[in-house]
């Protein structure tokens, strides 16, 4: 069983810097499809930042701030997150697909079928 878990959100003031990392435990393969998703109160969980294989992607609305990396040797992923927003407030979840039938866009949330239970980053003005 797959475990997924997020730590590193915190409470920051505009133009600060954050770094997420999710702890991957319980894989007896490392996934090449993982990612960052974000959901803040009333809206949908939306994705933030994508990695397939040595491949990147990013919404456009954290491109240039936003980093995401993996560690396969400290099965851990990060997020490396500058010039933070208010607009940038969520709960922040880390993703993995474990399987061998890809569908959906690397953003797309149906993707992925492990799921970490999130991290609270705030960002005030």
């Known amino acids: 069983q797959v475990q ?3 730590s590193g959100g915190a409470s920051v003031q505009a133009g600060g810097s954050l770094r997420l990392s999710c702890a991957i435990s319980g894989h007896t393969y490392h996934s090449n499809h993982m990612a960052w998703f974000r959901q803040a109160p009333g809206k949908e969980r939306e994705g933030v930042a994508a990695v397939e294989s040595d491949t990147t992607r990013y919404a456009d609305s954290v491109k ?3 980093t995401i990396s993996k560690d396969n040797t400290k099965n851990t992923l990060y ?3 500058n010039s933070l ?11 993995a697909y474990y399987g061998f039938y890809i569908r959906y866009d690397a953003l797309d949330k149906r ?3 492990n799921w970490g239970p999130g991290t609270q980053v ?3 003005s």
């Open 122 to 124: 705030t960002v005030s």
């Open 111 to 113: 993707r992925y079928n």
């Open 85 to 95: 927003k208010p607009e940038d407030t969520a709960m922040y979840f880390c993703a």
């Open 4 to 6: 997924l878990v997020e």
């Open 64 to 66: 240039g701030r936003f």
């Open 79 to 81: 997020l490396r997150m």
